[in-house]
Nanobody
Framework: QVQLVESGGGLVQAVGSLRLSCAASGRTFSSYAMGWFRQAPGKEREFVAAISRSGGSTSYADSVKGRFTISRDNAKNTVPLQMNSLKPEDTAVYYC????????????????????WGQGTQVTVSS
């Protein structure tokens, strides 16, 4: 089992940057593919970015491609999400998720694939 805690959210002006982090508990962090999702008020939760166990494979939603970067540090059990050129439409609660998998090179973009979720961190982008 793994527990996830997000941090780094806040209020930022448009075109600014934020760096979110997801800290995972447990000794088997490298056995989990990781993902970031977000949910804006009145909307469904949506995929943002994902990374494989090894970190060698990543995927991004079209809306954030070229602006957001997901990475992982298996020694520190963390998954940062660097967000640049932020837009008001990026305003949402951002959630970290973990999926246990035997496949080191696969990332997962579907919410249904994930086993564990954090509580979320609010990101607000003002225009």
């Amino acid at each position: 089992q793994v527990q996830l805690v997000e941090s780094g959210g806040g209020l930022v002006q448009a075109v600014g940057s934020l760096r979110l982090s997801c800290a995972a508990s447990g000794r088997t962090f490298s056995s989990y593919a990781m993902g970031w999702f977000r949910q804006a008020p009145g909307k469904e939760r949506e995929f943002v970015a994902a990374i494989s166990r090894s970190g060698g494979s990543t995927s991004y939603a079209d809306s954030v491609k070229g602006r957001f970067t997901i990475s992982r540090d298996n020694a520190k059990n963390t998954v940062p999400l660097q967000m640049n050129s932020l837009k008001p439409e990026d305003t949402a609660v951002y959630y970290c998720a973990a999926k246990y998998t035997l496949y080191s090179g696969t990332d997962y973009t579907s919410m249904k694939a994930y086993d564990y979720w954090g509580q979320g961190t609010q990101v607000t982008v003002s225009s």
